[in-house]
């Protein structure tokens, strides 16, 4: 994302970070874009609601939402800058120099079929990733050897991975099995398969690959230093490539649960999602209860339940609940 900002002209940076959006996304829908943005639903309805008075934003022809042309959208916060700030009259009518910044991001939108683009800057990578992880239909591959997920990581994609697998769209992960020596890391690529992921290990992979609905992929530019940025692509041959690559990985690799179940039943090491299901259980008498301060459905809330009793080796709910005292695990 480009080092210019529109703060000087009176947008928050939420405000700045949505219009860049649709900017990159033009007529797209704006229904849960505030799990994109990490930020609270309130919040973003009023964004879009204040952006939309400031005519940043409109409804595009298919119903979706287009921002307004960057130099339109400059021009007219700077004038209502101007007329609320008179006294910095000096430091407004500089910020010009904003539309260049714009017009990058306006030129950042998803490929053209046949092209390759090299994404350097890392922000911006991070964006197209999250973006397109957003707009994600059918299904979503990838290998990562990653050793660890730091607690940022997980905190930043559990939100989209989450919003992706409630949605219907499948995800299909090969990571090394170095990452099972991590215990948060564990319990996150678990928490992921309760909720539909199917998620194996590989003994050793060199490899980095991302690919987005069998259209849209990405791998880096030096394998060796992943720093260095992203290629990526739509282009039908190389997208066919990188798929095989991944098929090849996939069918050489284990699955998750084969590996971590009979672990996990031992060390009684929970998920996230797990951890919470057992402390509802702990407090409430009804699954349909538990279910509901989840938000999850009472059918995937049992079978956390069923899992949490695996876990811990309990024979009943009560049992369990003992025994997490024990652990010190409520």
Same mark, same amino acid.
């Given at each position: ?109 998803? @490929? !053209? %079929? +046949? ?9 911006? #990578?991070?964006?197209? *990733?999250? =973006?397109? &992880? ?10 990562e ?25 499948r ?12 215990p ?24 980095r ?9 990405l ?11 992203a @290629? !990526? %692509? +739509? ?9 095989? #690559?991944?098929?090849? *990985?996939? =069918?050489? &690799? ?23 299901v ?19 459905s ?9 899992d ?23």
């Amino acid at each position: 994302m480009s080092g210019a900002s529109l703060s000087i002209l009176g947008l928050t940076a939420t405000e700045e970070r949505v219009y860049r959006h649709f900017l990159r996304n033009p007529d797209t829908s704006a229904e849960d874009i505030h799990v994109l943005l990490h930020a609270a639903r309130e919040e973003v309805e009023k964004v879009l609601e204040r952006l939309t008075e400031l005519s940043l934003l409109r409804t595009g022809e298919s119903g979706g939402t287009v921002a307004a042309d960057p130099e339109n959208a400059v021009d007219r916060l700077t004038d209502l800058r101007l007329r609320e700030l008179h006294d910095q009259l000096r430091q407004v009518t500089q910020s010009r120099h904003l539309i260049a910044g714009l017009r990058a991001e306006q030129d950042a939108r998803p @490929l !053209v %079929t +046949q092209g390759v683009e090299r994404l350097e800057v890392l922000a911006r #990578l991070r964006d197209r *990733i999250d =973006d397109l &992880a957003f707009f994600a239909r059918e299904e979503i591959l990838s290998v990562e050897p990653y050793s660890a997920l730091t607690p940022e990581n997980i905190a930043h994609s559990r939100p989209l991975d989450t919003r992706c697998l409630r949605r219907g769209v499948r995800i299909r992960s090969v990571v090394l099995r170095e990452a099972l020596d991590h215990p948060p890391t564990v319990a996150y690529l678990r928490e992921l398969t309760v909720q539909g992921a199917v998620i194996r290990v590989a003994d050793s992979l060199s490899e980095r690959i991302l690919v987005y609905d069998r259209q849209t992929a990405l791998v880096p530019v030096d394998p060796v230093d992943t720093a260095r940025g992203a @290629l !990526v %692509t +739509q282009q039908a041959g190389l997208v066919s490539n990188i798929l095989a #690559l991944f098929e090849k *990985i996939w =069918d050489h &690799a284990t699955d998750l649960p084969a590996l971590t179940d009979t672990e996990s039943t031992s060390s009684g090491v929970l998920s996230g999602v797990e951890q919470q299901v057992l402390e509802e259980m702990c407090r409430v008498a009804k699954d349909e209860t538990g279910a509901r301060n989840l938000d999850i459905s009472v059918r995937t809330y049992r079978r956390h339940v069923a899992d949490v009793l695996r876990i811990l080796g309990a024979s009943s709910r009560p049992h369990a609940a003992l025994l997490a005292r024990e652990k010190g695990l409520i």
